[in-house]
C-alpha cells in the first residue's frame, strides 16, 4: 500500500524522495546519474527500455529478469543486473512476493565518455546484459549507493561512481546477448521506428506504420516484435513514459504533461507511468 510521499532537502541542489516502499535521490550538480531504493515492493514493471545505462542488485527476495531469448532467470538476494541502454527487459518480484532492490540509472553518453578512457570504442556496440553473483561487487555496489543518499561532497561521489564503473566494467557473468535480428527485417521497421521517436506525442495509427515500413498491419507487428521486443503501441507507451520522466521534473503540471504526451487523462497517464516506471508520475517527481 502506498504510503505518504515524504520529501527531505539537505542541500539547495539536492532533492531526496522517500517512502515506505521506495526512495529516490537525484543531485543536479552530478545529472547524469540517478539511484532508487526499494524496500519490500510487490511492484511489477512492464517489459520496457530506457535511455540510461541501468545496475540494479537484489537486496532481498527473489527477482526474475525477462529479456533473455532463453527464458526467464531468477536472481536472488545480492545478484547485480548491468543492463544496457534501450535493451528491452524487466526485473519483477517472483509471484505473490514482495523483494527489496537498488537501481543506478547512468546517462548513456556520460558513460561512453567515462568509457572511452579505458576500453575500446567498438567494446560497447551491442553489449549484453550481464547478471553477476560476486559478493565483493555487491557490497561495493552497497557501499556507492549510501554514499550517493548520503552527505558527501558530489565531486567525492562522482569519484566512487567512475571508480566502480571501470573496476567492474568486464565481461565477468552470465552474459545475455541482444536477440538477433535479420538486418533486412532491422532496415525495414526503421522508417516507423524513426517517426514514432521523432513524433512521441502523436497518436499513430498501425496504418500508419505499415505503410511507412511497406508491410501489412500484421507483418508490421510481428516485426517490431522482432526488432524491438514489444509492440508498436507498448513501444510508444514506453517511450512517452521516457518523456514524461524528464518532463515531470519542471514546473509543469501532471495534467500539462499527460495532455501533452497523447494520454486520455491524467488517470490514464499515471496507470501507464506506474506499469513503466513502477511508481505513480507523482511519487516519481515529488
Same mark, same amino acid.
Not at 88 to 109: G, K, R
Not at 137 to 165: H, M, Q, S
Not at 205 to 213: G, N, R, V
Given at each position: &500500500? ?7 532537502? /539537505? ?17 543536479? /550538480? ?5 539511484? +532508487?531504493?526499494? #524496500?519490500?515492493?510487490?511492484? #511489477? ?30 536472481? /536472488? ?8 541502454? /534501450?535493451?528491452?527487459?524487466? #526485473? =519483477? ?31 560497447? @556496440? ?15 555496489? #552497497?557501499?556507492? =549507493? ?9 565531486? @567525492? ?19 545475455? @546477448? ?51 521486443? &514489444? ?8 517511450? +512517452?513514459? =521516457? ?7 519542471? @514546473? =509543469? ?34
Amino acid at each position: &500500500m502506498d504510503a505518504d510521499l515524504q520529501i527531505t532537502t /539537505s542541500r539547495p541542489y539536492r532533492v531526496r524522495q522517500h517512502s515506505d516502499a521506495q526512495a529516490f535521490w537525484r543531485d543536479q /550538480s552530478l545529472p547524469f546519474v540517478e539511484s +532508487r531504493r526499494a #524496500c519490500q515492493s510487490w511492484a #511489477c514493471y512492464k517489459p520496457h527500455h530506457h535511455p540510461t545505462f541501468s545496475i540494479g542488485a537484489v537486496d532481498e527476495g527473489t527477482s526474475v529478469f525477462t529479456g533473455a531469448a532463453s527464458g526467464p532467470v531468477l536472481l /536472488s538476494p545480492g545478484t547485480l543486473v548491468f543492463v544496457p541502454a /534501450s535493451r528491452v527487459h524487466a #526485473c =519483477n518480484p517472483a509471484p505473490d512476493t514482495a523483494w527489496s532492490y537498488q537501481m543506478l540509472h547512468l546517462d548513456a553518453t556520460w558513460l561512453q565518455t567515462v568509457r572511452q578512457e579505458y576500453v575500446r570504442a567498438e567494446a560497447m @556496440e551491442d553489449e549484453p546484459v550481464r547478471i553477476v553473483t560476486d559478493p565483493v561487487i555487491y557490497a561495493r555496489l #552497497c557501499r556507492l =549507493n549510501t554514499l550517493l543518499f548520503g552527505e558527501a561532497d558530489p565531486i @567525492e561521489k562522482e569519484v566512487a561512481l567512475i571508480e566502480f564503473v571501470e573496476d567492474y566494467d568486464s565481461e565477468q557473468g552470465l552474459l545475455i @546477448e541482444r536477440p538477433l535480428v535479420p538486418a533486412n527485417l532491422a532496415e525495414q521497421i526503421q522508417p516507423a521506428l524513426d517517426y514514432l521517436c521523432a513524433w512521441p506525442t502523436v497518436t499513430t495509427t498501425l496504418d500508419k506504420l505499415a505503410a511507412l515500413a511497406g508491410m501489412s498491419r500484421y507483418q508490421v507487428i510481428r516485426a517490431f516484435r522482432v526488432v524491438t521486443g &514489444m509492440t508498436p503501441h507498448a513501444w510508444q507507451l514506453n517511450q +512517452r513514459v =521516457n518523456l514524461a520522466k524528464e518532463w515531470i521534473q519542471s @514546473e =509543469n503540471s501532471l495534467a500539462d504533461v499527460a495532455q501533452h504526451l497523447g494520454f486520455a487523462d491524467q488517470a490514464h497517464f499515471q496507470r501507464v507511468f506506474k506499469a513503466y516506471a513502477g511508481v505513480t508520475p507523482g511519487r516519481f517527481r515529488a
